[in-house]
Nanobody, 121 residues
Framework: EVQPVESGGGSVQVGGSLKLSCTFP???????MSWYRQAPGKEREFVSG???????NYADSVKGRFTISRANVRNTVYLQMNRLTSDDTAMYYC????????????????WGQGTQVTVST
């Protein structure tokens, strides 16, 4: 089954940076893409999203520190994470939401398997 493929996670010290990447293999189904995260014992939460027209939005907890962007090839998005704190430790998941006009062919949502981000002191 096709799904987003995340990469770029790892371990970093407080104050450090990481850049996550997400690629969705089927360009016919690429739509709004977003990042979510889930820490142990917590609900999955929205982090950042970018629409097909380039509009972006962020959770308050990451505004000013994280930047989402798309590559020139629209099926790849990045999440640049700066000034990381221990609260950013979580599994980060990429989600792709195809355009409504494609739902005859695509699923309504696609989730990746996640990439782990660990921030330590």
């Amino acid at each position: 089954e096709v799904q987003p493929v995340e990469s770029g996670g790892g371990s970093v010290q407080v104050g450090g940076s990481l850049k996550l990447s997400c690629t969705f293999p089927d360009t016919n189904c690429v739509g709004d893409m977003s990042w979510y995260r889930q820490a142990p014992g917590k609900e999955r939460e929205f982090v950042s999203g970018i629409d097909v027209d380039g509009s972006t939005n962020y959770a308050d907890s990451v505004k000013g520190r994280f930047t989402i962007s798309r590559a020139n090839v629209r099926n790849t998005v990045y999440l640049q994470m700066n000034r990381l704190t221990s609260d950013d430790t979580a599994m980060y998941y990429c989600k792709n939401k195809p355009p409504p006009g494609r739902l005859w062919y695509c699923k309504s949502n696609y989730w990746g398997q996640g990439t782990q981000v660990t921030v330590s002191t």
